[in-house]
Nanobody, 126 residues
Framework: QVHLVESGGGLVQAGGSLRLSCAASGRTFSSYNMGWFRQAPGKEREFVAACSRSGRYTYYGDSVKVRFTISRDNAKNTVALQMNSLKPEDTAVYYC???????????????????WGQGTQVTVSS
């Protein structure tokens, strides 16, 4: 099906920025709605951002709406998450996910995504 690999995580000071990237295998990347989720210890996996197959329509979790931007480059089979004004509460493992359905709406639900990357750690210090 599809294999996802995240990169770009690391340690950053509060107020700083990071750009995460997710590289997808296969030739049908443009058929997938794509999402970013995160999970901190002791917490549920949380919706961060998602975009439609074309990248035209984007959606964000309330806690990141102003600060994060999702984008995709279908020619390169990548989806990115630009994270600005980072806060300590953004510290989590960030996961890229693909909804393999060829049609359907963009979802905010973990259960609607079929394939996940291994995750990349983002740590924001005070």
């Amino acid at each position: 099906q599809v294999h996802l690999v995240e990169s770009g995580g690391g340690l950053v000071q509060a107020g700083g920025s990071l750009r995460l990237s997710c590289a997808a295998s296969g030739r049908t990347f443009s058929s997938y709605n794509m999402g970013w989720f995160r999970q901190a210890p002791g917490k549920e996996r949380e919706f961060v951002a998602a975009c439609s197959r074309s990248g035209r329509y984007t959606y964000y979790g309330d806690s990141v709406k102003v600060r994060f931007t999702i984008s995709r480059d279908n020619a390169k089979n990548t989806v990115a998450l630009q994270m600005n004004s980072l806060k300590p509460e953004d510290t989590a493992v960030y996961y890229c996910a693909a909804d393999l359905a060829y049609i359907g709406p963009v979802s905010r639900l973990v259960s609607d995504y079929d394939t996940w990357g291994q995750g990349t750690q983002v740590t924001v210090s005070s």
